[in-house]
């Protein structure tokens, strides 16, 4: 199977000969198909394919959500080999994922402030004092373009384009190593998609992060990622 | 010629436990015949209400101020009689989300003939303009009248709602979304079976937010922000050179003309303001955008207005 081409280092994420399938009433469905991808540690990639042809499922095994039936997920040159087994959560930390729908990835009994700091809450990284988790917020707020008041509201109450810009910040406020984003804007309209794809595109400029952004846009994985992988049929073409 | 659908001066609100929210706004626009009209803007503001509104189908804590008139018969005070008759002769819907408008316990067949059956034809008409129908968008009646909506992907249950426009003979087709949750191929087809009913000589309203379909459509553009329709012109211009600034900050956001997002963040439905309702994110704002709320003024000429004060007499002769 055909690569793309990384720089000859370890620090990528990489999912090699990854195949899947799942049981369903029609019988087995193969999902992927023997797939590998390589995410550089400061690249764009995009992951083009029709719908159904896999992309998801290979989204979900990249950010360790989901095992693998054969194949192994390389994080940093470690492959991850502890899937049922608590995950250390320092390696979870590194890879997170944004959802096609925020409204169904999101709590709806949390407000917007606890959605964003769950990660850190889970990590046991929140910060103790008040004034400190106000700051955190704060920044995050600002650099995904949410205003202070929504923090208070419950998701029901926000729109969809700015529960997804409080996914966004949820996904980076671990600083991830990598991102993934599944369909991160199909249901958005294009200022919100532009003003998501600049906010993940500043966090790039401050640090080191992957970016694998799952579409079926072409013309935006044209124009925002600096290579492309296709999906189709469970095999990747390019 | 008269136009066949004109609308002037409709206001929508809708009160709501957050309060007054105004959905749409002194909307304007007719559509002749054989014309099509794709409404674009952001979701929020106000396209799919349109569609709700010419059809009658809001909800009760609803108020609508203004007129519909559908070849000179004003539709928003018929008696709920014929505004039905007048549903499913005259005028087509294609609805937004088919997944939940396909009644999941009955199978496909049967929902089809209801609306053959209440455009007015013949059990034996209707599954032969059926079968030509679902034949359009790339369907077989024999394959899936047997079906339930369940067991179609979210692509073919959007062709299945887009076949009902080819049955029966309305004058006014609406699509809301018609797009949604299908390929990049599935689009161009859609492209092409609107542009064939158009060429029938009926006129079609096209609501959608993806701005690429808007513009494969080929027809005039209406742009909604916050309530407003801000602009009206035909695709080629307004793709080509938008007078509205929140047309152009739309274009510019899209990924192959740089991505630059529009600053700030729509305005809440609840609380507009009573000057441009763009004026808080627009780039080249005057004092003046704060203190009114511009009507629309002609750009060029009766196709092309646009609601800014850039277009204004007063600002065109400095």
Known sequence: MATITAPAVFCMLKANGISKRYWTRKGWVTALDN???????????????????????????????????????????????????????????????????????????MRIKQIILEPMAVQNLVPVKRAE???????????????????????????????????????????????????LSSMLDVSTQASLLAAIRSEQDRRKMGVLLITHDRILAMHWCDSIATLSLSRILI | MAPLLQVSGLSVRFRTPYGIVRALSDVQLTIHSGELLVVVGESGSGKTVLADTIFRLLPLNSEVRGSVRLDGKELLTLSPDAMRSVRSRSLALIPQSPGTALNPVRRIGTLLLEVARARGLSAKEGEEGLARGLDEVGLGWDSISRMYAHQLSGGMQQRVVNALAFVGTPDLVIADEPTSGLEDDLVDATVAQLKRIRGRGAAILVITHDLRFAQKLDGQIGLMYASYLVESAPSGIFFALPAHPYGRGLLQ?????????????????TALPSCCVFAERCSVRKPRCFRESPPMYPVDGDNHRARCVLYAESERNQ
């Not at chain 1, 040159?77 to 979870?92: E, H, I, N, S």
């Not at chain 1, 109450?157 to 190593?177: D, F, K, M, N, W």
């Open chain 1, 35 to 109: 797939v590998s991808l390589c995410l550089p540690e400061t690249g764009r990639v995009a992951l083009l394919g029709p719908s159904g042809s896999g992309k998801s499922t290979l989204g979900k095994i990249l950010s360790l959500l989901l095992r693998p039936d054969s194949g192994t997920v390389v994080l940093d040159g470690a492959p991850v080999l502890r899937w049922r087994t608590k995950t250390p959560p320092a390696l979870r930390r590194q890879v997170q994922l944004v959802w096609q729908s925020p409204r169904l990835a999101v709590d709806p009994r």
């Open chain 1, 133 to 183: 988790r106000a700051t955190v917020l704060g920044r995050w707020t600002e650099r995904v373009g949410l205003t202070d008041e929504l923090l208070d509201r419950y998701p029901h109450e926000i729109s969809e384009g700015q529960l997804q810009r409080a996914c966004l910040a949820r996904a980076l406020i671990v600083q991830p190593r990598y991102l993934i984003c599944d369909e």
């Open chain 2, 253 to 269: 956001a899209l990924p192959e003309h740089g991505g630059i997002p529009i600053p700030g963040s729509p305005v809440e439905l």
